[in-house]
């Protein structure tokens, strides 16, 4: 079993930045995804459980970083350059499988967090 607590959502205009941070339980591979109603969660960014390895969209590449604390069990999403395409509700997640490579199928991931909001105004 893995708990998973998110934090760092908000309100922010367009161009600006917010963090978002997930506490585990434990040392995991661990993804953000994202989703809007009525629709199919998304891919956002994963890590490995070492922090070795990352995945990103390309929708956010280069603007968002994930990154890991492993000493706090903690994985942060670090997102710049936001625009109203990024409002969503964020979910982070773990993979207990530990591969090298993160996941980007949602499908892969065993534990998820309750969901913070992130709205982007224009």
């Known amino acids: 079993q893995v708990q998973l607590v998110e934090s760092g959502g908000g309100l922010v205009q367009a161009g600006g930045s917010l963090r978002l941070s997930c506490a585990a339980s434990r040392r995991t591979n661990m993804g953000w995804f994202r989703q809007d109603p009525g629709k199919e969660r998304e891919f956002v960014a994963a890590i490995n459980w070492i922090g070795s390895n990352k995945a990103y969209a390309d929708s956010v590449k280069g603007r968002f970083t994930i990154s890991r604390d492993n000493a706090k069990n903690t994985v942060s999403l670090q997102m710049n350059s936001l625009n109203a395409e990024d409002t969503s509700v964020y979910y982070c997640?773990?993979?207990?499988?530990?591969?090298?490579?993160?996941?980007?199928?949602?499908?892969?991931?065993?534990?998820w967090g309750q969901g913070t909001q992130v709205t982007v105004t224009s």
């Open positions: 997640a773990a993979d207990i499988d530990n591969n090298l490579s993160p996941a980007r199928a949602s499908s892969a991931y065993d534990y």
